[in-house]
């Protein structure tokens, strides 16, 4: 009882990583969308309106840039390593409408609608994200409705024929390394990182850190180095 109230007052703070597809609009932002049981594909959850309130903050820790943009035929150009010095610092995470970051998708949106795709240099990014609420598959969804499919998610995110015509639109070669890494995934790429919490007998702060696991390390090395 005494964490379940935490989880309705926010008092509990969970963070996770997310690696996922394209590269969102912005550093990063609040995503605002109820989501329910998906109305004709029963096994799914989604964003509909008159579901239960759900709220992640997310923020740009990496920018996976298309090896077709470098200089160095390795990664980035140089207007790729500026672009997170362009968009500007991290919001805070535990602060709602954060000056610079304006709130996402606030009204109900209608399922399967979201952003169009994302504009940017990056075709993957790693994405900090800390949730207000604890909807089921709710990290999932919301990057779907951003705009960014989470990378090997079977159900929300890209097929694998999707999968191998974005990676090799970004220009990863067919037998790569990376490309084998990304296929080879056998889950979506999300991490719980972080648990914070008030001990219910004794109220002392706990907090509990989780390394990521090294099949996304491995991911992680693959899509820098493309």
């Not at 470098?70 to 010095?85: C, H, W």
């Not at 800390?130 to 409705?145: F, V």
């Not at 084998?180 to 706990?206: D, N």
Request: proline content about 8%.
């Amino acid at each position: 009882q005494a964490l379940s109230g935490q989880l309705k007052s926010r008092a509990l703070k969970r963070q996770y990583v997310a690696y996922v597809w394209h590269q969102p609009p912005r550093r990063g932002g609040i995503i605002d969308a109820p989501i329910a049981r998906h109305p004709t594909k029963r096994k799914e959850m989604a964003i509909v309106e008159g579901g239960r309130h759900a709220v992640t903050h997310y923020s740009v820790e990496r920018i996976y840039s298309s090896p077709r943009r470098g200089e160095d035929g390795r990664g980035a150009s140089t207007a790729d390593k500026n672009v997170s010095a362009q968009l500007g610092p991290h919001p805070n995470p535990w602060t709602r409408n954060n000056d610079g970051y304006p709130s996402l998708f606030r009204a109900p949106s209608p399922v399967g609608e979201g952003v169009a795709h994302p504009t940017g240099a990056g075709y993957a990014t790693k994405l900090r994200c800390d949730l207000d609420t604890g909807r089921t598959h709710q990290i999932r969804i919301h990057m779907k409705h951003l705009g960014c499919p989470m990378i090997g998610d079977p159900v929300y995110g890209l097929s694998p024929k999707q999968t191998l015509n974005i990676i090799h639109k970004a220009g990863i070669i067919s037998g790569s390394e990376t490309e084998k890494i990304v296929i080879s995934l056998s889950r979506q790429a999300l991490h719980a990182r972080m648990l914070r919490l008030i001990h219910p007998v004794t109220g002392a702060e706990m907090q509990f850190d989780a390394p990521e696991p090294d099949d996304l390390k491995a991911l992680d090395a693959a899509l820098e180095l493309s």
